[in-house]
């Protein structure tokens, strides 16, 4: 995933997204603001509060700094150079959230957030691995994923239904999983429904033995 081709790539695919977006892209107020209606819901779901949190593929930061702004103590990686670099101008001269091109090592995080981003790899099943590798002991892996083809690019390698995308996170622990609209009052229903909605998913692994 972190070879020089791929880095080049989704520099690309930042910069043409910024210029999809216009000028809003780069207003750090406006972005603020208007956090995407699934990081909204993942946040009511899983508070940052007190706890060491890596956003891994966190693109420009926004999501980090937020995570940031809640009480977590928040890192922020991703393989694009392009995207980090506009993430510390968003940061400016303050000493966090942390943010880097370079892997973290193992057992660091409390929490780690993992947002659209299984879709984008090959290897999925590995990927939850390797997230499950950077938690301390009784942490989790969290998340979103778009259901089905909602919000479909280029760049998915798959859509998810309820069983593949279980079957990528299962291998590494305890999962909940939760399917989430983006009209709200669909939430209400328990019926499945057409419409924008992602997986927000959660990972837990088992305790080492003796952990507290």
């Not at 693109?59 to 103590?73: P, R, S, V, Y």
């Not at 479909?152 to 999983?177: F, I, N, Q, T």
Request: with cysteine; hydrophobic share 35%; glycine share 10%.
């Amino acid at each position: 995933m972190r070879t020089a081709g791929a880095v080049e790539e989704y520099d690309r695919h930042y910069q043409e997204w910024v210029e999809r977006q216009g000028p809003r892209a780069l207003d750090l107020d406006w972005r603020m603001t208007h956090l995407l209606w699934r990081h909204r819901a993942l946040l009511r779901r899983y508070s940052p509060e007190g706890r060491r949190v890596l956003d891994f593929g966190c693109m420009d930061g926004i999501f980090t700094l937020k995570l940031q702004g809640l009480g977590g103590e928040a890192v922020g990686y991703d393989i694009s150079p392009a995207a980090i670099a506009q993430a510390k101008r968003f940061r400016g001269p303050a000493a966090r959230p942390v943010f880097t091109t370079v892997p973290p090592g193992p057992g660091q995080f409390d929490r780690i957030y993992c947002q659209e981003v299984l879709e984008h790899v090959v290897d999925d099943v590995g990927l939850v691995g390797e997230l499950v590798s950077y938690l301390a002991s009784g942490g989790s892996v969290v998340g979103t994923t778009p259901v089905g083809e909602n919000f479909w690019d280029p760049d998915h390698k798959r859509s998810y239904d309820e069983a593949l995308l279980k079957r990528a996170l299962a291998p590494w622990g305890r999962v909940r999983l939760h399917r989430y609209y983006r009209s709200p009052l669909r939430n209400f229903v328990p019926v499945r429904q057409r419409g924008a909605a992602v997986f927000i998913f959660e990972v837990t692994p088992p305790s080492p033995p003796g952990a507290r």
